[in-house]
């Protein structure tokens, strides 16, 4: 035993070991948010029983079943639930019954003591809709303007098509009101803006009168101008909504009562338990693409995250461009100009140590430094005329870009640090002996040649940054952007708008919800996309140093 410790091989297995532990824990957890965040998209049967009471009260069920938990019964009758004294152990089932509107909550627990058989109706529909949740029920007749229009066998292939029609416009409603009319209010707000900064030259005495009044002139026949496009964008938006309120949907729900829903609040309308599996799989992938490429709703419990994604995207890429070129030019003076010293080691350590900083640090260093010290200085400089209002002097895209630069600059320093030290010397030698200078020799043989130590870096950033949250809140990632940070609008790149991003939006709706239920299986399906994105761009990354790697070294053979 002690010649087996000496020769080492227990060290050998214990670290293995330890290597396999933490891979099924990684393959574990990826593999715990894939099953969540997938299965979340899959079409849930619908279920139909009854529940009979101790009191003898029946309470009709229809809704999915979310989860299901055993718990001791005494536990179940601390919490309010009358169970017969000879049970023990209950089980219980949460009920996605929908239909906020109606009963306030749309997730309700309840014991299966007393249930009847499950049964799983054809004719139960889910409605998805833009307010209240889902709708649970059975489809009695649709009405337009009031007039039964449709019921019986032909009221679900009818309630499909209007459904669509209501789709359609809504979909043109949301084009007006985020392009048109944004474009309207954009140049308005343009307009303003140069009203003002007339009055403030007139102030300064930089204009004369007359060109003050020519300027007015013109900004006002620009105003009426815009005034009469939106009113023309504003009477089409007013038609559009009335042809949406047309239709109604006289829904049926648990307890007998008939629910009238506007077909203009629904998204779509399937029946699950009269669906084949194509159908399925079809509405899966309906389902998938509309969370990656929609908007959020309902306080971010529903909807998509296009935003999100496009945020995160946006801020990694931002990010990129920052840090790149100050961590390798930071790092090449610290390897190849900096004079080897006290000094020099003491700024090693100071980079290294930098990189064990708290994120939260620097997202306080961000909004105190960045967002209100530089970007205060750049509204006073560059948009006087909006002030009191701030363009860059409050968080946005290109402050929480910077803050996340600084962040990971470190991370880009040490790697490339770590690539040029590892340029043999020979390679040095033989350029100089050909004649190259010393800056010839650096730009042209050893830098190129330790690219992929740099590529390797901005890997290991944008996986950092993609990740954080903490820093972002303070300087630039909020719940909800009303717009996205790349436009039609000149300079098409609005670097001082707010963002939204993955990891933020994992936290809001996680911790934050109104609606715990209704969030936990979106926190997975984000989290998986988040995954997924950081995989993507490492890749990406991967990919472009595995290129420069081949390219140099065959270069070098």
Not at 45 to 50: A, R, S
Not at 163 to 168: G, H, L, M, T
Not at 170 to 196: P, T, W
Not at 468 to 488: H, N, S, W
Request: hydrophobic share 45%; proline share 6%.
């Amino acid at each position: 035993m002690k010649k087996w410790f000496k020769s080492g091989s227990p060290w050998i297995w214990l670290n293995a070991g330890a290597i396999a532990i933490s891979m099924i824990m990684v393959v574990g957890l990826l593999s715990l948010i894939l099953v969540r965040g997938f299965s979340h998209f899959w079409p849930a049967p619908i279920v139909e029983t009854t529940l009979t009471q101790p009191d003898g009260r029946q309470v009709q069920l229809l809704g999915e079943l979310s989860r299901s938990q055993t718990l001791p019964a005494q536990v179940m009758r601390e919490a309010g639930v009358d169970i017969p004294s000879d049970i023990d152990l209950v089980t219980r089932h949460l009920i996605k019954q929908g239909n906020r509107d109606v009963w306030g909550r749309d997730f309700v627990w309840y014991p299966e003591t007393g249930m009847d058989e499950w049964r799983y109706p054809k004719e139960a529909m889910r409605l998805e809709r833009r307010e209240w949740g889902d709708f649970y029920g059975y489809p009695v007749r649709l009405k337009e303007e009031g007039r039964t229009v449709a019921e019986g066998e032909k009221l679900w292939p009818e309630l499909q098509q209007r459904v669509d029609r209501a789709n359609e416009l809504f979909d043109e409603i949301r084009g007006i009101e985020r392009g048109d009319i944004g474009a309207v209010n954009h140049r308005m707000e343009r307009v303003r803006l140069e009203e003002r900064r007339l009055d403030m030259d007139r102030r300064a005495g930089r204009i004369d009168r007359a060109s003050m009044e020519e300027a007015t002139v013109e900004l006002e026949a620009r105003r009426a101008e815009l005034a009469d496009e939106y009113a023309v964008l504003q009477q089409r938006l007013d038609q559009l909504y009335q042809d949406v309120r047309r239709d109604t949907l006289v829904g049926r729900v648990m307890d007998g009562r008939e629910v009238e829903i506007p077909v203009g609040q629904i998204i779509r309308a399937v029946q699950p338990n009269d669906m084949s599996v194509v159908s399925k799989v079809g509405l899966y992938v309906a389902q998938f693409w509309d969370f990656l490429s929609g908007y959020p709703r309902e306080a971010n419990t529903e909807g998509g995250i296009l935003p999100a994604i496009f945020g995160t995207v946006t801020m990694v890429f931002v990010m990129s461009i920052i840090v790149s070129p100050f961590g390798v030019l930071a790092a090449i003076y610290l390897r190849e100009y900096a004079r080897q010293g006290p000094l020099l080691r003491v700024i090693r350590i100071s980079v290294y140590n930098l990189a064990g900083v708290p994120s939260i640090v620097f997202g306080v260093f961000g909004l105190g430094f960045f967002v209100y010290f530089v970007g205060g200085a750049v509204d006073q400089q560059f948009f006087p005329a909006a002030l009191p209002s701030p363009t860059f002097g409050t968080p946005g895209l290109l402050w929480a870009a910077l803050t996340l630069a600084l962040l990971t600059l470190p991370v880009v320093i040490v790697a490339t640090e770590e690539g040029l030290a590892r340029i043999p010397s020979t390679i040095r030698h033989g350029s100089l002996a050909l004649g190259a200078t010393k800056a010839e020799t650096l730009w042209k043989v050893v830098v190129p040649l330790a690219t992929p130590a740099m590529m390797t870096g901005l890997i290991l950033a944008i996986a950092r940054a993609a990740g954080e949250v903490a820093p972002l809140m303070l300087v630039g990632v909020v719940k909800l952007a009303p717009t996205l940070p790349i436009d039609g609008h000149f300079p098409f790149i609005h670097l001082e708008r707010k963002i939204m991003h993955l990891g933020f939006h994992i936290y809001d709706v996680g911790f934050q919800s109104p609606n715990v239920e209704a969030a936990q299986p979106l926190v997975y399906a984000t989290a998986m996309t988040l995954v997924i994105l950081i995989v993507m761009l490492n890749l990406t990354a991967i990919s472009i140093r595995n290129r420069l790697r081949e390219k140099y070294r065959s270069e070098s053979d």
